[in-house]
């Protein structure tokens, strides 16, 4: 937690190392949910001691009064209630998440919205399933029998929602297996399935974070009717969603072997704006040779940025971009200069066909030039 400033927690509250058997830690992000917060402990209050033990954690990054609403309103509350209050917040609502996720005293934990959308009332359910199916993740679902996303407002969010799940599944169809909602904000973690150290949350999926990074072993679903937000408005936004995209792109090339092939897929992509390049300087007059040659810088440029923000995203403090621009468009033309001397090489010295010749010349200058990438402009 080293980095951020937090408000002291209320009193009651202390971080131990031993989780508390068969007891809850609940999580709620916060960002300006004043409106929200006194109904919500309410809610917890009524559904959730007497059948379970539990402590609440906000971890808040409000610019509004909400930390000092939740102060007040845990007066009333029979179970402790902490504040962390981010001054710098980063990763967004997952890294908010995940500083809740360590402070967590509990043998299980919940993470739930802060704006009555999730109604607290299945959070004893939550952890019974658990138990029962000897599971280390509980999702709350929408997607199941007994559950609706009613509180989705609008057909165009249902339809982002709809999209978002069935490319997210498709990407991860082993880590996702039995998930039917892995877009869902309300579940229920083990504390030891937590791998806190592996996880990078990036913007408001924290549930796919965990499942696909901490791997618990054996997950439930249980349903649930997303409600209406109660006050306020949603604080998800188009750049949410670019920063989703981001977050699903760094998830799925964790792995080297993963990598290359998005390395691959973003190179041949970027035939779409050398050709567009090239039909535009002809069609201006330029002779074909300088237009090839132009171009080709369309292309680099384009996997460049592709690649600076899908690929490497993390790995980019080692350098300023123009370096990082300048190393990677070397290597990209080295890599069309490299390719012609290496088929003559092929062809005359080994006796290849010029077919085979070529097509193995562009395996090795890919491999060559993703090799070449990784170590020269992203490495320090
Ligand atoms: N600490 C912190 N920091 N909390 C945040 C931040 C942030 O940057 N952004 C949002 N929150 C909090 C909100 O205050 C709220 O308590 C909760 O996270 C959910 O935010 P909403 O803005 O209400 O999200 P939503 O209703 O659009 O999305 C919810 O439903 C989606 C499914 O449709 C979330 O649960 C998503 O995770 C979920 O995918
Ligand atoms: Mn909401």
Known sequence: MSGHEYTAPVPGLEAVEVPEPGAVTIVVPTFNESANIRRLLRQITEAVPARL????????????????????AAQD???????????????????????????ATSEWIVVMDGDCQHPPSLVPELV??????????????????GGSRAGLAGSYRVAVSRGA?????????????????????????????????????????????????????????????????????????????????????????????????????IGASGFVPNLAGLWALTALGLHYVPAEILANQFGVAWNFLLIEH???????????????????ALLANADLVLRIPLIAL???????????????????????????????????
Not at 53 to 72: G, K, L, M, Q, Y
Not at 310 to 328: P, S
Not at 366 to 376: C, P, S
Request: charged fraction near 25%.
């Open 128 to 145: 019974a399933t658990g138990e029962r199916a000897n599971a280390a993740l509980v999702v709350a679902s929408r997607y199941i029998e």
């Open 310 to 328: 899908l690929l490497f995203r993390d790995r980019r403090a080692h350098r300023r971009w123009w370096d990082r621009l300048g190393r990677f």
């Open 77 to 103: 509350c029979p179970f402790p209630v902490a504040v962390l209050h981010r001054e710098e917040p980063v990763g967004g609502l997952g890294g908010a998440v995940v500083e809740g996720l360590k402070a």
């Open 165 to 265: 799940t069935w490319l997210t599944k498709a990407l991860f169809p082993r880590r996702l297996h039995g998930i039917s909602d892995p877009m869902s904000g309300f579940f229920a973690i083990r504390r030891s399935a937590v791998t806190a150290e592996a996880l990078k949350p990036l913007g408001y999926k924290i549930l796919l974070e965990l499942a696909v990074r901490s791997r618990p072993r054996q997950v439930a679903e249980v349903p649930f009717v997303f409600q209406d937000r109660f006050a306020g408005e949603s604080k998800s936004s188009a750049q949410e969603g670019l920063r989703f995209l981001r977050h699903l792109a760094g998830l799925r090339t964790a792995s080297p072997v993963a990598r290359m092939v998005g390395f691959g897929l």
């Open 346 to 380: 092929l062809v005359g010295r080994f006796g290849m066909g010029a077919l085979p010749a070529t097509a193995l010349a562009l395996v090795l200058t890919f491999v060559l030039r993703f090799v070449g990438t990784e170590a020269l402009v992203y490495l320090p």
């Open 53 to 72: 033990p539990c402590e609440v954690v906000f971890v808040d990054d409000s610019t509004d009064d909400t930390p000092e609403v939740i102060r007040d």
